[in-house]
């Protein structure tokens, strides 16, 4: 009789690892939002709902939820195609655009938010052409929909990209070779492998996109019932010393986020299901 | 030698610093657009300080939204003192009880070293002819400020034009309520403050009259005198106090009650009055307000006790959730 194996672990100090990492995980994510919730529940459920269905509040949860829809749409189509050239086409300077790529992540979104002002407003370069065409984009909720965009494009592209990288080109070829059109291909071969990750791309945009505040306060004009977004609200609840009213606001604004990764999730448990049946 | 300063020594000569042990610091935390006025004013009281008592002083500076930062501070922000632009931030550390009640009193002029008032800033010519507070009520003027529930100064814009309206022959609370909405109708953006309104109207050329405090008007005019704005004070307009307290708590904490009530006195002296109407900012100091005078149009200046009873009522009545402010707000 042997003495029962103990499985032999790539790296060690798995322990060690995993205590320091839910350490962290409680310390800088669960702490902060179970506080967030006790500040919520002290509110008492009758003024919390006062709160979140108050015309204003309505309003700019709307304009949140509109805004962030209408940018993950467009993401999600743009950030395909550019996960798709990143990784499938070899052109000069593709090494540059790739690490362009992270210049939302990198830049502070304020300033983001200024740049993007002063770009498409009525005299900055892309916006005087624009209201020549009777296109205004700052001070609208285009503005709102353009800046949660740039903020949240490379969550998309950053999910895509490696599944793309790893899916063998020869599968490709050898589905042309057998006759496949190529949306055919596309959608038999391509998109299977890449669902899961566009999927769970496009739900982190999204959910980033609801709760962007810097970048999108300098160019969406800040007007209550139209361009006033709930993390704003928030704010300006807060500069009125009612720390209620934005806890109750944020906690609408988290409860989306965690809506949409549980959905996330069990859109991509289904997709991997899928995938899994047929192969 | 306490055993603060023991302490302090101690560490000195383990790090092999100067024999300078008298270190005194405070933290002045202020407001947004406080933060060059504040950088010309420290080293001069630096000086100021090294000359009474022979000591070092380091003044740290945090600047941000007004509110934002007595929130700070409410949060453990350990300011030594507070130099803001609204009364009301420091009536929320007071209920705290961060800062002395009585703080009003604890320096002249209401704890008010110096103080400013709402005034415009038109495009060069003044194409639009904006005098005065009516002019902003016309249909062909677009007013440009801060969104009033973000920012302290845009919150003066809106009590100075209620003011003009309530106080003018045969003003009423309706109908200054409704003056005060007609202006709001045609303000096309509200940013979250001061400096981004100020942008909004002098890089994106939008609107006619930038409403904000005059130090600031004239700040503006005179960083961009090449396109010749033009600061344009209104015969009548609404006191804004700039208000100082010691942090009494933090204070004696630091150990730094004495050069922190020294610091806040010392802006009521001539030196540093020079200096703040230099800054544009109108001054207690007769003499220096004199030398001064033809830089500062002579304006009716109404105050908040008088005209609404007090900070108190405004914010009940004014500022709160669903208040007037709220409704004039949501109804442009």
């Known amino acids: 009789m042997t003495a029962p194996i103990r499985a032999k672990r790539v790296l060690p100090g798995f322990s060690l690892s995993l205590g320091t990492t839910l350490l962290y995980v409680a310390l800088v994510i669960l702490i902060p939002v179970v506080a967030l919730i006790l500040k919520g529940a002290e509110i008492g459920p009758a003024r919390f709902w006062a709160i979140i269905t108050a015309p204003r509040t309505l309003a700019a949860l709307r304009v949140t939820l509109t805004a962030a829809a209408l940018a993950t749409l467009f993401n999600a189509f743009y950030g395909l195609l550019m996960a798709w050239v990143l990784t499938r086409y070899d052109f000069p300077g593709r090494r540059i655009l790739d690490a362009l790529m992270d210049i939302p992540f990198a830049l502070p979104t304020a300033v983001a938010g200024i740049s993007l002002t002063a770009l498409y407003s009525a005299n900055g370069w892309f916006g005087a052409p624009l209201a020549g065409a009777g296109i205004e984009l700052v001070y609208t909720l285009g503005g709102v929909i353009l800046a949660m965009t740039f903020t949240s494009i490379p969550f998309v592209v950053r999910a895509i990209q490696p599944v793309l990288e790893d899916l063998d080109p020869a599968l490709e070829q050898a589905a042309m070779t057998l006759g496949a059109r190529p949306f055919a291909i596309f959608r038999r071969v391509v998109l299977p492998a890449i669902l899961p990750a566009w999927i769970a791309g496009s739900t982190v945009a999204f959910a980033r996109s609801l709760g962007e505040f810097g970048a999108v306060v300098f160019i969406a004009g800040n007007l209550p019932f139209k361009t006033e977004i709930a993390a704003l609200l928030a704010y300006i609840r807060l500069e009125e010393y009612d720390y209620q009213g934005a806890a109750a606001i944020a906690l609408v604004l988290l409860g989306f986020a965690l809506i949409l990764l549980v959905l996330s999730n069990l859109m991509q448990f289904r997709a991997a299901r899928h995938l899994e049946a047929r192969s | ?332």
């Open chain 2, 1 to 332: 030698m306490t055993i603060r300063k023991l302490h302090a020594a101690a560490l000195a000569l383990l790090l092999g610093a100067s024999p300078a042990l008298a270190q005194d610091k405070i933290l002045n935390v202020s407001y947004d657009v406080g933060r060059e006025l504040f950088e010309a004013l420290n080293p001069q009281f630096q000086t100021y300080w090294k000359d009474k008592t022979g000591n070092d002083v380091t003044i740290d500076q945090s600047h941000g939204g007004s509110s934002k930062q007595a929130r700070a501070i409410l949060e453990g922000l350990p300011a030594d003192v507070v130099t803001f632009n609204q009364e009301t931030d420091i009536d929320v550390l007071a209920q705290n009880g961060l800062v002395a009640e009585n703080w009003r009193e604890a320096f002249p002029n209401g704890a008010s070293p110096y103080y400013s008032l709402p005034a415009f800033l038109v495009r060069k010519g003044n194409p639009k002819g904006i005098k005065d507070w009516s002019d902003l009520a016309r249909d062909d003027v677009q007013a440009v400020f801060p969104n009033p529930k973000t920012s302290g100064n845009a919150r003066y814009t809106y009590l100075a034009a209620y003011a003009y309206a309530l106080t003018q022959e045969g003003g009423t609370p309706e109908k200054a309520q409704e003056f005060v909405a007609k202006i709001f109708a045609n303000v096309p953006v509200f940013d979250t403050g001061g400096r981004a309104a100020t942008q909004t109207f002098t890089e994106r050329n939008i609107g006619d009259v930038l409403i904000t405090f005059e130090a600031e008007t004239k700040g503006i005019a005179a960083q961009y005198a090449d396109q010749g704005y033009e600061s344009v004070t209104p015969a009548t307009s609404l006191f804004a106090a700039f208000p100082v307290a010691v942090v009494s708590e933090n204070a004696e904490k630091n150990g730094s009650t004495e050069v922190s009530t020294e610091y806040l006195n010392w802006l009521y002296l001539p030196q540093a009055q020079e200096t703040l109407a230099q800054n544009h900012y109108r001054t207690t100091d007769e003499t220096v307000t004199a030398k001064y005078s033809a830089e500062f149009p002579e304006v009716k200046l109404l105050t908040v006790d008088e005209v609404f009873g007090g900070w108190d009522k405004i914010t009940a009545e004014h500022l709160a959730e669903g208040g007037i402010l709220d409704q004039v707000f949501v109804n442009r």
